[in-house]
C-alpha cells in the first residue's frame, strides 16, 4: 500500500464502498504512503461523516496488523536466505536466469515479486530498528512554512495553530508505530519533550501546549469509541455513561481552555442527548435538572400567567383561546407550562428573544431554545440551538427548559445581561439556595405574583 498512487488509493477506496471519498482525497493528493499516515485528527478533517471515518480507520488499522502478520521478524531472515537460494541457483532447462536489477525489469515492464518481497523485508527490519531507537532521540519534523515563523518569533499559538502542530506531531509518529494507530504515553511524552526542549517558550503559562499534547494520549481512544457508537442504531448507554464520567475532568479542561464548541461535539457527541446533557449538569452540581424543572414548572406556572404584567400577552390570549377547546387536565397543565416557558422573560421584563424563539429563525449564538406550533400537543416541537445551530430536538417543555438551563452550565457559557434575572431565579430554585436572593429580585417575585409553594 505505501507504493500506491494517487489513482491506486482512490481505486481502493472505491473497491471497499467508499467511494464518495475520492474527489476529497484526489484533492488533498492522497497517496499510498499518505493513506498509512494518516491519523484519527486527519480522518476528521478529511472526512465529514462519522460513519466513513470509523470505517476508513479500521481498514487502516486492519491492513496495517495484517502487514505485521505477514512479516513478522521470526520469518524475515528464513525468507530471504530461501529468495537468495532461488536467485544464486543456475536456471533449468537452459533457460537465461531473470535479471533482478530494478531497472532492467522497469524496462522489461516488470518487477519480479521476489525483489518486492525483498525490498519490503528490509524496509520492514529498517522501520523496526527506527521503531526501537526513535524515543531515545526523538527528531522533529518540519514543520509548515507559517508554523516555523511562529515559532522562531516566539509566538504564544493560537488554539487552531497548537491542533496543527499536535496533528504534524501525530502523523509524523505514526511513521515509527508498528501495526497500531495510536502512541504509548512514554513516546507522547518523548515527542513533548522534544518540542520543549527546542521551543521552552511553549511550556510558559498561557500557551497551553503541554496540557493539549497530552490530552491526545488519554482521551484518543474514548473519542474514537464514542464517534463509532454515536453512528449505532443500537448504543451502549451503560458503557456510555461509564466512559463520559472517565472523561469528565479532560472534557473541563478542554471547555475551561475555551476550546470551539463545534469541536467539543465532535469528540463527544453524546453531549448532544438532553439525558447525556442532564447527567453531565448532575456530575458537575449533584443535581437532578429535570426533576428540578418539573417542579418549577408545576409550582409557579399558575402564578406566573394569572399575574397582571402578562396578561394581556398575546402569547397568553392565544393560550387561553387554545384551552377552550380542551378538557383533558393533562393537556391543560401541559399547555400551561409551556405558555410559562414562553413568557418567563417577560415576567422580568426581559428579552425573550434570548431565551425562547416561536415560530422563527433563530439569531442569537448563546443558547436559546425554538419552539414550533407551542399549544398543538401533536405536533410541537422543541429545539435547543447553541452558535445558532440545532443541539437536539425535544418534544416537551420540561426537557427543553432543563436543556436550555443546563447547557450555560455544561458549556460554561455566560449568562446574556439581558436575560440574568429570568436565569437566576431559575437557578436559585434549582439549587434551592433562597439566601443568594438580591432586593430587585424579591421586588420582582412580588410584582408578578410569584408565591413559594407551602412545602
Not at 397543565?333 to 434570548?354: Q, R
Amino acid at each position: 500500500m505505501e507504493t500506491w498512487s494517487v489513482d491506486q488509493v482512490c481505486g481502493w477506496l472505491v473497491e471497499k464502498n467508499l467511494g464518495e471519498l475520492v474527489h476529497r482525497f484526489q484533492e488533498e493528493e492522497v497517496s499510498g504512503a499518505a493513506l498509512l499516515a494518516l491519523n484519527d485528527r486527519m480522518v476528521q478533517q478529511l472526512v465529514k461523516k462519522i460513519g466513513h471515518q470509523a470505517v476508513l480507520m479500521d481498514l487502516i488499522k486492519k491492513y496495517k496488523q495484517k502487514s505485521q502478520e505477514l512479516k513478522s521478524p521470526g520469518e524475515t531472515a528464513p525468507v530471504m536466505q530461501a529468495e537468495d537460494e532461488q536467485c544464486s541457483s543456475p536456471a533449468s532447462g537452459g533457460e537465461q536466469t531473470p535479471s533482478f536489477d530494478p531497472a532492467d525489469n522497469l524496462d522489461n515492464g516488470l518487477i519480479d515479486h521476489r525483489v518486492l518481497k525483498q525490498r519490503r523485508n528490509v524496509r520492514h527490519i529498517l522501520a523496526r530498528n527506527k521503531a526501537l531507537q526513535w524515543t531515545k532521540s526523538y527528531v522533529l519534523p518540519e514543520f509548515p512554512y507559517d508554523v516555523k515563523c511562529m515559532l522562531a518569533e516566539r509566538k504564544c499559538p493560537d488554539h487552531s495553530t497548537r491542533i496543527r502542530i499536535i496533528e504534524f506531531l501525530q502523523a509524523d509518529m505514526t511513521k515509527y508505530l508498528q501495526g497500531s494507530l495510536y502512541p504509548t504515553t512514554q513516546q507522547y511524552n518523548d515527542v513533548v519533550n522534544a518540542l520543549l526542549q527546542a521551543h521552552p517558550f511553549l511550556d510558559e503559562d498561557g500557551c497551553g501546549f503541554e496540557e493539549a499534547v497530552c490530552l491526545d494520549s488519554e482521551v484518543d481512544e474514548h473519542i474514537n469509541w464514542f464517534q463509532q457508537e454515536y453512528v449505532k442504531t443500537e448504543k451502549d448507554w451503560r458503557e456510555i455513561d461509564k466512559r463520559m464520567s472517565q472523561t469528565l475532568e479532560i472534557r473541563r479542561k478542554l471547555i475551561g481552555g475555551r476550546t470551539p464548541l463545534k469541536d467539543i461535539l465532535k469528540m463527544f457527541p453524546f453531549l448532544q442527548c438532553p439525558y447525556q446533557l442532564f447527567r453531565e449538569f448532575q456530575l458537575l452540581t449533584r443535581t437532578d435538572i429535570y426533576k428540578k424543572t418539573r417542579h418549577i414548572l408545576e409550582s409557579y406556572s399558575e402564578n406566573i400567567l394569572t399575574s397582571l404584567s402578562l396578561v394581556d400577552n398575546p402569547i397568553n390570549i392565544a393560550l387561553q383561546e387554545k384551552m377552550k377547546h380542551h378538557t383533558d387536565e393533562d393537556t391543560l397543565k401541559h399547555m400551561k407550562m409551556t405558555a410559562t416557558c414562553l413568557l418567563l422573560p417577560d415576567a422580568f421584563g426581559e428579552d425573550s428573544s434570548l431565551f425562547v424563539i416561536v415560530n422563527d429563525k433563530v439569531q442569537v449564538s448563546t443558547p436559546v431554545l425554538e419552539v414550533k406550533n407551542p399549544f398543538n400537543m401533536d405536533v410541537c416541537e422543541f429545539s435547543l440551538y447553541l452558535e445558532k445551530e440545532r443541539l437536539t430536538k425535544m418534544d416537551d417543555c420540561i426537557t427543553a427548559l432543563a436543556a436550555l438551563i443546563a447547557s450555560f452550565h455544561v458549556f460554561g457559557i455566560e449568562c446574556p445581561r439581558r436575560l440574568s434575572q429570568t436565569l437566576n431565579f431559575l437557578e436559585t430554585l434549582i439549587f434551592d439556595a433562597h439566601s443568594p436572593y438580591s432586593p430587585s429580585m424579591k421586588e420582582k417575585e412580588k410584582e408578578v405574583g410569584f408565591q413559594h409553594p407551602v412545602t
